[in-house]
């Protein structure tokens, strides 16, 4: 807590020598509030909108904050409660991180306590974490989505053999077959509570279905044109079987 309190003095340039004690002590209330409220909204994991909701609400945070009084509810807004977490920079509070992980993690001597009541030193050779609710990029798996994602695969995939030299006859361009296959999904997507959904989905799966295989054979196509035909192209070796393994990998699920 001293040390927090010797932070924003150094940051701001001031001599507590040269200031009254009523100013000195006025300076370490507030810097006090500021730890406090930053560890109890940190602990809370709230905005400072949040968090000032909940510190009006809350007789404990009151009491933690050193807010209370008898007769009337009184605390800080959001734009003080910001204010409270610049008042010290984030370099000065990685040094008192730093500090206070190297005295936890100090040896203790014989006679001696661990600090902050603990039993033994902490240990900074192992490491923790906690990866259970990191949310996974992924979607569902389901029937036309992932008709999409092949679409979207094989057409990004022909559409750079194309434009490295090698073109095969096409109706349209890939970039035309990835928009028909999105109007779909988005079609596909507005009939979750429409009447006759069921019928409706079925009936645009099977236009989806029909779209993957014309986009596939077209795939095919230039697939075989870059295996047979890569010299004639600025594509290197590894940039082509690149493009060879993503669009392989799609087709042999295709079938």
């Given at each position: ?8 003095f ?17 300076f ?46 009184k ?37 001696q ?8 030193p ?14 996974a ?119």
């Amino acid at each position: 807590m001293r040390l927090f309190f010797r932070r924003p003095f150094a940051i701001r340039g001031i001599d507590p020598s040269k200031r009254t004690a009523k100013q000195n002590a006025r300076f370490a209330r507030f810097s006090a509030l500021c730890l406090r409220a930053n560890v109890a909204r940190m602990l809370l994991g709230l905005a400072h909108r949040e968090f000032c909701v909940r510190l009006a609400d809350s007789a404990l945070l009151q009491w933690l904050l050193h807010l209370g009084e008898v007769d009337s509810v009184k605390v800080f807004a959001k734009s003080t409660s910001h204010r409270f977490e610049r008042w010290v920079k984030p370099e000065s509070m990685q040094a008192i991180n730093d500090q206070l992980i190297a005295l936890c993690a100090a040896p203790v001597r014989l006679g001696q306590s661990a600090p902050f009541g603990l039993q033994d030193p902490v240990r900074c050779d192992d490491a923790f974490f906690d990866t259970t609710v990191v949310k996974a990029p992924i979607h569902f798996p389901t029937d036309w989505v992932l008709l999409r994602d092949a679409t979207r695969t094989l057409m990004k995939a022909t559409l750079c053999i194309r434009r490295a030299g090698l073109k095969e006859r096409m109706p349209q361009s890939p970039e035309d077959f990835m928009r028909d296959m999105n109007t779909l999904c988005m079609a596909m997507a507005a009939q979750r509570r429409q009447k006759d959904s069921k019928k409706q989905r079925k009936r645009i799966l099977r236009s989806m279905k029909k779209l993957a295989k014309r986009v596939g054979t077209h795939a095919q196509a230039h697939l075989a044109a870059l295996q047979t035909r890569r010299e004639e192209t600025g594509l290197s070796t590894g940039q082509a079987r690149v493009i060879e393994a993503h669009m392989s990998s799609v087709i042999e699920q295709r079938h």
